[in-house]
């Protein structure tokens, strides 16, 4: 019995390291010389969300071999990867940090993170109950985590959408920064999840297909 | 089995105690030895200060934890009793006006050393030694009317070691050390904002 529970637990740890894509790694560079700019970017962003005074962190981050372009992560911190703040021209970083901003106004990490607290705690509870249960939450985790974020990228994007319009942007702009990670092998990292490849290719078609009406309100911040 | 059990139980109550913090940077001001502030309240200007924390975990965000609850609320209270060496700073809120002189500090609370060592650590609660650096990262700006004058950085460090044996000697556990470089690095901060306040704002009694 103790060795299925070390078994379940070693395999359940396996496959959340392999769903929730362990490889990606971002390290922040202290004081990088584009900080002043991506931070008058981000002052552009602010007055169009419903709490201009909220501090985001936005931060450059290393190159690496699995780059990821941009990354929502706990704390209200946003990373944007060196080359592409090197790289890339003034709309697409204000698009992206747009939504990285949209994913922390929106609450997709606590969201996420709450519902994991929960579905934890049922397994631990369902472990005392059906033995070996307990280590499920460590493969339902992730797999919620994928779910969830399936959902919550449209809801972003929308809300990016809106914050560019108030900044004199069109919905285009985003279309040409996800456009433009894809193009370079990016991924996009929130929480534990990372999109690439066909996510930003279905998230443009997308938003082709159905463009954010004029109407959506940036500043109401809700979905 | 009763008795493993119990020791068990203190053990796992106990992790995360079982480490020392050893000496810390900068180290500048002592307790005992702590300068006067130069500038008295009527001929400084009152700089609002506004703190930014966050507590990076091996070089990422940490997620919510009580190490991160505890290092937020620590650095905030650190802040806040070093403050009042320095008449001229007052705690202000991040919604207060940006027109009158303001030192917004951004603080980083951040362990930094081998992760997995670390881990592995934990997990054996020290049976495995290992070292970590908690390092307080201050960047300042000081501004008026939004518009930035001046950044500011202080670093100040501190060594944390984990091993079993530290179990049996509480009194070297120095819990006090990291808020005494949080202390430290705010102090220095502070003094270098203060040195140039008679540069940025000559005639000083106004400012406010």
């Known amino acids: 019995m103790r060795r299925a529970g070390w078994v379940g637990s070693v395999g359940g740890w396996l496959t959340a390291l392999l769903i929730s894509g362990c490889a990606s790694t971002v390290k922040e560079i202290r004081r990088h010389p584009q900080q002043e700019r991506l931070d008058r970017i981000l002052a552009a962003v602010l007055p169009h969300t419903s709490d201009p005074t909220i501090h985001y962190w936005l931060r450059v981050s290393e190159a690496s071999s699995h780059p990821v372009g941009l990354a929502a992560l706990p704390q209200r911190h946003v990373y944007l990867a060196e080359p592409l703040v090197q790289e890339a021209d003034e709309a697409i970083l204000a698009a992206l940090v747009a939504h990285g901003v949209a994913h922390h106004r929106l609450h997709h990490y606590a969201q996420r993170n709450a519902i994991n607290v929960v579905q934890r705690g049922a397994f631990k509870a369902g472990g005392f109950f059906v033995p070996g249960l307990g280590h499920g939450h460590y493969l339902g985790g992730p797999l919620l985590e994928v779910a969830l974020s399936a959902g919550q990228e449209p809801q972003a994007d929308a809300k990016t959408v809106a914050y560019l319009r108030g900044m004199g942007y069109a919905q285009d702009d985003l279309l040409h920064a996800l456009e433009w990670l894809e193009t370079n092998g990016y991924s996009e990292l929130v929480g534990h999840v990372r999109a690439q490849g066909a996510d930003f290719t279905n998230r443009i078609d997308s938003l082709r297909r159905h463009p954010v009406p004029q109407a959506h309100s940036g500043a109401a911040d809700s979905p | ?208």
């Open chain 2, 1 to 208: 089995m009763l008795s493993a059990i119990i020791s068990l139980a203190i053990a796992i109550s106990l992790t995360g105690c079982a480490q020392t913090r050893l000496s810390h940077e900068p180290g500048l001001v002592s307790r005992l030895a702590r300068p006067q502030p130069a500038l008295k309240e009527p001929s400084a200007p009152t700089l609002f200060v506004v703190l930014h924390t966050r507590y990076l975990e091996f070089d990422k965000p940490a997620d919510p934890s009580v190490a991160k609850w505890w290092s937020k609320h620590k650095v905030r209270h650190q802040l806040e009793d070093v403050i009042g060496e320095f008449p001229f700073l007052r705690l202000a809120s991040p919604e207060a006006p940006t027109s009158p002189p303001r030192l917004l500090i951004e603080a980083t609370h951040a362990l930094r050393g081998h992760k997995t060592l670390n881990a592995l650590s934990r997990m054996t609660h020290g049976l495995i030694p290992s070292s970590a650096t908690g390092c307080i990262e201050l960047d300042a700006t000081l501004s008026r009317d939004g518009q930035p004058l001046k950044r500011y950085e202080a670093v100040g460090r501190y060594r944390l070691r984990r091993h079993l044996i530290f179990f049996a000697m509480p009194f070297l556990w120095g819990y006090k050390v990291p808020a005494a470089t949080m202390e430290d690095t705010f102090r220095d901060l502070f003094l270098q904002v203060q040195q140039d306040l008679p540069t940025l704002f000559p005639a000083s009694g106004g400012a406010t």
